[in-house]
Nanobody, 125 residues
Framework: QVQLVESGGGSEQAGGSLRLSCTASGYTGGSNCVGWFRQAPGKEREGVAAIYAGGRSTSYSDSVKGRFTISQDNAKNTVYLQMNSLKLEDTAMYYC??????????????????WGQGTQVTVSS
């Protein structure tokens, strides 16, 4: 069992930055990836970024590529999502999740089995 806790969300103006954190506890040895997903009101949950075990590989959705950076601190069991150049359309609830799937970098929801409760990000003009 893996427990995930997100933090760092809040309100920011367009063009600003936020850093989200996802701290894991419990048995994480079976996880290949930690991913960030988001869900805006009335929309489906979508993948944002993922990082493979050891930070060897990362993936990003086209909508955040070049603006968001995913990283990890193994000593703290924490994965970060640095969000720069925020846009209004980045407003959403952000969730982190873990996956043991070999192709977890493709950011398919069905491949992720443990989820946090989410942290809200609101971007205003």
């Amino acid at each position: 069992q893996v427990q995930l806790v997100e933090s760092g969300g809040g309100s920011e103006q367009a063009g600003g930055s936020l850093r989200l954190s996802c701290t894991a506890s419990g048995y994480t040895g079976g996880s290949n990836c930690v991913g960030w997903f988001r869900q805006a009101p009335g929309k489906e949950r979508e993948g944002v970024a993922a990082i493979y075990a050891g930070g060897r590989s990362t993936s990003y959705s086209d909508s955040v590529k070049g603006r968001f950076t995913i990283s990890q601190d193994n000593a703290k069991n924490t994965v970060y999502l640095q969000m720069n150049s925020l846009k209004l359309e980045d407003t959403a609830m952000y969730y982190c999740a873990t996956s043991s799937h070999i192709f977890c970098l493709r950011l398919r929801l069905a491949d992720y089995n443990y989820w946090g409760q989410g942290t809200q990000v609101t971007v205003s003009s």
